[in-house]
């Protein structure tokens, strides 16, 4: 293995094992601070460009924007379906949901995963095994990364570390076509918040 392949291995390595042992010990308080200094300071360390400005930005809006609707019509669509609205019913959700919906999810998990999975890992993959090949690397990585949470939650691990690593798949596709990581950031953003919010919406419901 070349030296490149090397540094990319052993970032996903260590993003997943961080991600599966470490965060999940983080004090609440300050989980969504320490994550997202975290990815930054990665983003520093690999030099990897987040196409943050023009004309990069506006293309990566534009294509996060069409991936947020179609998030939010799917979600809607979903929860009209009794096995969808019981599934949400039974879920665990934070003692403070303004908290978790304003600063937990948009700061320290899509920036922080934003920045550590497509942006460093995703830049060091490629250089290392090309866009596919990277793409597969960082994708599997963040897969593998949400065995902890799932485990948490009571869910499937299979299904949890496929569904992930498939929406890791096309979250770094949205980046490679956009030239913007805020592509990503949009959908990754809409798939949480509005996951989050149709089960606080469903769980006051039914209380």
């Keep these: 293995m070349s030296r490149r392949g090397f540094r990319a291995v052993a970032l996903a390595v260590t993003l997943v094992t961080l991600k599966g042992l470490v965060?999940?010990?983080?004090?609440?308080?300050?989980?969504?601070?320490?994550?997202?200094?975290?990815?930054?300071?990665?983003?520093?360390?690999?030099?990897?460009?987040?196409?943050?400005?023009?004309?990069?930005?506006?293309?990566?809006?534009?294509?996060?924007?069409?991936?947020?609707?179609?998030?939010?019509?799917?979600?809607g669509t979903a929860t009209v379906l009794p096995a969808v609205r019981s599934a949400m019913a039974g879920q665990k959700v934070p003692d403070r949901p303004v908290r978790w919906l304003l600063l937990r999810i948009p700061l320290g998990t899509v920036?922080?995963?934003?920045?550590?999975?497509?942006?460093?890992?995703?830049?060091?993959?490629a250089e290392a095994f090309g866009p596919d090949g990277g793409r597969l690397l960082q994708s599997a990585a963040f897969g593998l990364s949400h065995i902890a949470d799932a485990r948490a939650a009571g869910q499937p691990v299979a299904a949890v570390v496929v569904a992930t690593g498939l929406a890791g798949w096309v979250f770094g596709l949205l980046a490679e076509r956009s030239g913007s990581i805020a592509a990503p950031m949009l959908a990754h953003f809409a798939v949480n918040e509005a996951g989050a919010v149709a089960a606080l919406v469903i769980l006051r419901r039914t209380a």
């Design 111 to 125: 920036w922080a995963e934003e920045t550590a999975f497509r942006a460093a890992l995703g830049t060091l993959a």
């Design 23 to 75: 965060s999940p010990r983080l004090p609440a308080r300050w989980h969504p601070l320490v994550q997202a200094a975290f990815g930054t300071a990665l983003v520093r360390l690999t030099r990897a460009p987040l196409g943050l400005r023009p004309p990069e930005l506006r293309t990566g809006l534009r294509h996060g924007s069409a991936v947020v609707a179609v998030v939010a019509a799917a979600v």
